[in-house]
């Protein structure tokens, strides 16, 4: 397609920098606020134009060489040739950009590095298949499989895919914090690539998250996880948001906190010891296989009560009690529009919000204000190196 120079301007959210042609914005990869390159166009519409970078003219300080063979061909990394310094500020300044466009929130912060910051961290992978066989990774919005022989941001425990041939549509890959490993499919593994990967539980996609169950330890507790259901997927992940989630709740004993998108348990488990046997957690999760899993990580917590309904219904109906001191939610992408009213008629004194899109998380900021409760601190994470993911920790005070 068409062939452009620009001059690229800030950082947008979702992996891409701004620049213009012709007056007509373009979000374009590949590249680092204040280069020149030359871009070839991957999509247009009335509203703006997608592009990558093809050439650079002009770099940028914080421009690397990529460690990825793959980087600009597969889909999985937006920063590849971006120093991890680099990266962060960027993170940082969509974080902020977003809060003052969405909720006129001025924010100061810088997002924190954790450890590994760059590569060999991701402990779950899903790798699409060709119709050849071949494992691989899929191009940017696009379904095109690019066959690949190694992800350098995978955990180097991960079960081996590559390099096999499948009979499915999909592999997921994972390696729990124990040690223990699982490969999840669409169809079933053959018994010679299962008997080529040493000491992992194959998990037939059918039954996906049914049969096979890791051990993911955090401080000084285990959590039963089963199949591929939702962990953070980078290793110190578990820790680092627990970490910042207490410091956030200032749970004191007797309290009643509400754990809402509470999956196997996580926080859940930490509020109980802090509200200790005086106090009352409500764990809420809909998803069945994530609900059964917490009963098994909260049994010995009498101070849990386990609320197997979505969030929605759960506030609607009353399932946590007409007034609560504390709430954690940990929603979807999508964020929590659907019942911040709902959690601000709880009354609670404090909400501590883990996001993973800053722009929804702004947004129900907003709506949060409106209803009486002011952001009192915020805190973000590099939990994605490479990419352009970034995971915040929101602190709210009910004026």
């Known amino acids: 397609m068409q062939d452009v120079v620009v001059d690229v301007g800030p950082i947008a959210h979702g992996g891409h920098c701004v620049a213009r042609v012709d007056g007509q ?12 390159v030359r871009i070839e ?17 002009e770099s940028a300080p914080g421009r690397v060489a990529p460690p990825c063979a793959y980087a600009g061909q597969c889909g999985g990394c937006d920063f590849q040739h971006v120093d991890p310094a680099v990266q962060r500020a960027l993170l940082g300044d969509v974080v902020r950009e977003q809060l003052q466009r969405l909720a006129g929130i001025e924010w100061s912060g810088e997002v924190e590095a954790v450890e590994p910051d760059e590569l060999g961290w991701r402990t779950r992978v899903t790798f699409a298949v060709d119709a050849m066989g071949h494992a691989g990774l899929r191009r940017h919005r696009s379904h095109r499989v690019v066959p690949v022989d190694r992800c350098v941001i995978a955990h180097p425990d991960l079960p081996q895919v590559l390099g096999h041939e499948w009979d499915a549509e999909s592999v997921e890959a994972i390696v729990s914090s124990t040690g223990e490993k699982l490969l999840v499919t669409d169809a079933s593994i053959s018994d010679a690539v299962e008997s080529a990967v040493d000491g992992v539980v194959a998990v037939d996609g059918t039954t996906r998250g049914g049969t096979g169950v890791l051990t993911e330890r955090v401080r000084d507790k285990d959590f039963r996880v ?34 809402l998108y509470a999956g196997v348990g996580l926080f859940t488990a930490f509020l109980a010891d802090a509200v200790g046997e005086s106090g009352t957690v409500f764990s809420v999760e809909a998803d069945q296989v994530a609900a059964k899993d917490a009963r098994r990580n909260l049994h010995d917590a009498p101070q849990v009560r386990l609320v197997g309904a979505t969030t929605e219904r759960a506030l609607r109906d009353g399932l946590v009690g007409e007034q609560v001191d504390v709430v954690v939610l940990d929603p979807p992408r999508t964020g929590a529009k659907k019942v911040v009213p709902a959690i601000a008629g709880l009354s609670p004194r404090r909400v501590v919000y883990v996001a993973c899109d800053p722009a929804a998380l702004a947004r129900d900021l907003a709506s949060f204000a409106a209803l009486g409760y002011r952001l009192d601190g915020l805190r973000a994470f590099a939990l994605f190196p490479m990419t352009h993911h970034v995971e915040c920790v929101a602190v709210l005070l009910r004026d």
């Not at 914005?25 to 020149?36: A, D, I, K, M, S």
Request: proline share 5%; hydrophobic share 45%.
């Open 25 to 36: 914005v373009v979000f374009v990869r590949h590249t680092l606020p204040g280069e020149r």
């Open 41 to 57: 166009i991957t999509e247009s519409n009335k509203k703006f134009l997608r592009a990558d970078a093809v050439e650079v003219i």
């Open 226 to 259: 089963s199949g591929s259901g939702f962990w953070q997927v980078h290793p110190a992940a578990a820790n680092t948001l627990v970490d910042a989630v207490l410091d956030g709740a200032r749970v004191q004993p007797g309290d009643v906190v509400a754990d």
